[in-house]
């Protein structure tokens, strides 16, 4: 089993950054690929992007792309997400989500979540 804690989120102006973590615990936390997903008041739980175990391996949402970086140290039991340029829309609660399927869009595919971490971004 995994627990996932989220910190980082804040209130940033359009073209801001800011970095997103996620405290991971229990043994094998390393072992699960990781996902970060959004989700906007009143909208369906969005994906944003996902890392493979080792790290090797990214995916993102096109929405993102380029403007979000997803990293982790699976020693300290840490992943990242780096959010540059951010816009109004990105406005949402982010989450991890740690699962085994893959990397997957789908948040069928995770099955520890965290409880999300603020972002909001004023024009």
């Known amino acids: 089993q995994v627990q996932l804690v989220e910190s980082g989120g804040g209130l940033v102006q359009a073209g801001g950054s800011l970095r997103l973590s996620c405290a991971a615990s229990?043994?094998?936390?390393?072992?699960?690929?990781m996902g970060w997903f959004r989700q906007a008041p009143g909208k369906e739980r969005e994906f944003v992007g996902a890392?493979?175990?080792?790290?090797?391996?990214?995916y993102y949402a096109d929405s993102v792309k380029g403007r979000f970086t997803i990293s982790r140290d699976n020693a300290k039991k840490m992943v990242y997400l780096q959010v540059n340029s951010l816009k109004p829309e990105d406005t949402a609660v982010y989450y991890c989500?740690?699962?085994?399927?893959?990397?997957?869009?789908?948040?069928?595919?995770?099955?520890?979540w965290g409880q999300g971490t603020q972002v909001t971004v004023s024009s």
């Open positions: 989500a740690a699962g085994l399927t893959g990397l997957s869009s789908s948040s069928r595919s995770y099955a520890y």
């Open positions: 890392i493979s175990k080792s790290g090797s391996g990214t």
């Open positions: 229990g043994r094998t936390s390393s072992s699960y690929y």
